[in-house]
């Protein structure tokens, strides 16, 4: 992604994340996630609590209230004496986080199969009509239309401790889904591809069969974004 392109996508993201957010607190949060996304705010990095309060216009208030919820997400670790860190990617925890998908999506795909009513076939129906192609310089629009697919899914498991599971590993999941992003060049190949694995989910869903369901599932995690990332993240093998 060349400069130009990547500050634009940088303010994209903000004014997506912004959009419609009606509290101090939501603003914060949206504002620190969308610079931790998008490498404003590196990995590892130390947070200037006052610093960035300022540059938001906030206080310091909503600004811990959004650190506190973003190391819920596992994207800024909290140390001693209220210090806060912006955490480290790595491919150890692209792959951790790639295996536990690679079992819980196919399941949830499976009960959807199994429990979906036809309401959730229209927001599938819905969610699948709004999807557009990923690329590189993808905005947040594109990538929660992406996401709410994938929860319409989730949603028609009926399992709600399964939701709220892959709910959190979706968050987790991010900043390793724009990793994947970045270091894959656009094909219309594998745009046609991803529309074609989408569509096979839905209809797979909607015929009740839960072993095409799963497989396609399956399939899908497994030329995934985040899939892509561990090998973007893998050091050269020392010979």
């Known amino acids: ?12 993201w903000a004014m997506s994340l912004t959009a419609g957010v009606f509290t101090k607190n939501d603003y914060a949060y949206a504002e620190v996630r969308s610079r931790i996304l998008t490498g404003e705010l ?7 609590q006052a610093r960035l309060a300022d540059e938001l216009g906030v206080s310091t208030t909503p600004l811990r209230e959004a650190i506190r919820r973003l190391a819920a997400e596992g994207m800024i670790l909290l140390e001693a004496h ?32 199994e429990r979906r009513t036809d309401e959730d076939i229209s927001h599938m129906s819905r969610a699948l009509d709004a999807l557009t192609p990923l690329r590189g310089a993808a905005t947040l629009d594109s990538l929660m239309a992406h996401r709410e697919f994938h929860r319409s899914i989730y949603r028609a498991s009926g399992n709600p401790i399964l939701i709220d599971m892959l709910e959190k590993l979706w968050d987790k999941a991010d900043r390793y889904r724009l990793i994947g992003l970045r270091t894959t060049s656009d094909s219309a190949d594998d745009n046609a591809r991803v529309s074609a694995e989408h569509q096979a989910l839905l209809d797979a869903v909607k015929a009740q069969d ?4 799963q497989q396609t599932m399956r399939d ?3 030329h995934s974004l985040g899939r892509r990332a561990i090998t ?4 050269p093998a020392v010979s």
């Open 82 to 113: 209220r210090d806060a860190r912006v955490t480290t990617v790595s491919a150890h925890e692209a792959k951790h986080l790639y295996e536990v998908r690679e079992s819980v999506d196919p399941l949830a795909a499976r009960l959807a199969a």
């Open 220 to 222: 899908h995690i497994t």
């Open 42 to 48: 590196e990995p590892g990095s130390v947070i200037s």
């Open 1 to 12: 992604m060349d400069t130009g392109t990547h500050h634009r996508t940088v303010g994209a």
């Open 210 to 213: 839960a072993d095409r369901a």
């Open 232 to 235: 973007a993240l893998e050091e």
